[in-house]
């Protein structure tokens, strides 16, 4: 990690701007012994958190490549500045996806073994059997919060699909002209992100995603579609 962490601040520089400060790492560990093991990770202004909890033998036995993907995923946050302050939780696909899949391109390029084809596989799984149970975004989004992440990570890698299809701007360009509206003063979330997204995207997606968190809408029909057209 040593070695890794100061190629990633570098490659999400290089992508979507120097944060102009060096951010705090605080890592934790608290021992349980009734059987539960995870981690939670989060970001505020400058600084990264993270803490992990379980059996300190099954703690000692992380996996390396997850354990960089989670890192990654955090650091993205920092880099993408206030468009990651979303106001309604429903909108939470564009932050938790985007984090995902800069995640995943991030980890591609410091150790190229196909780790973010093998997330993308994970979040159909995941993404298309909320949806089955509950198609409607907002229903399976509340019954399961991972929807967020996974569901998320599927329509950011298929709008970037879009972005390369037509030869736009890249998928970081978006973030931060999403970004800098949210910083001029607009609030952060799907409005936004699809007013930003607008010029560069077939009207079909576009009108898609501002139907996604309606009640009438099928997430379901909609995110399989993509995930045809882009396997």
């Known amino acids: 990690m040593n070695i890794h962490l100061p190629k990633l601040m570098d490659f999400f520089a290089d992508k979507m701007g120097e944060l102009g400060y060096r951010p705090a790492l605080f890592a934790s560990y608290s021992s349980v012994d009734d059987g539960r093991v995870g981690h939670q990770g989060g970001t505020l202004p400058g600084q990264i958190f993270m803490h992990w909890y379980g059996e300190k033998s099954v703690i000692e036995a992380i996996d390396v490549d997850e354990l960089f993907w989670l890192f990654s995923h955090e650091v993205a946050h920092l880099y993408q500045r206030e468009g990651a302050d979303v106001i309604e939780t429903a909108d939470s696909w564009i932050h938790e996806g985007a984090a995902d899949y800069f995640a995943g391109l ?126």
Not at 140 to 161: E, F, M, T, W
């Open 106 to 231: 991030a980890f591609e390029s410091i150790l190229p073994k196909g780790f973010l084809s093998q997330k993308i596989k994970q979040a159909e799984q995941g993404c298309l059997a909320s949806l089955e149970d509950n198609p409607v975004y907002l229903d399976a989004s509340r019954k399961n919060p991972r929807v967020h992440y996974d569901c998320g990570l599927l329509i950011i890698n298929a709008i970037d699909k879009k972005l390369k299809d037509q030869d736009s701007i890249s998928i970081y360009e978006l973030w931060n002209l999403y970004s800098s509206k949210v910083s001029a003063g607009a609030p952060a979330g799907v409005d936004q992100f699809v007013l930003a997204a607008k010029p560069y995207l077939p009207s079909e997606m576009i009108k898609n995603l501002e139907k996604l968190k309606t009640p009438e809408f099928s997430a379901l029909k909609f995110i399989s579609k993509l995930v045809a057209d882009n396997t």
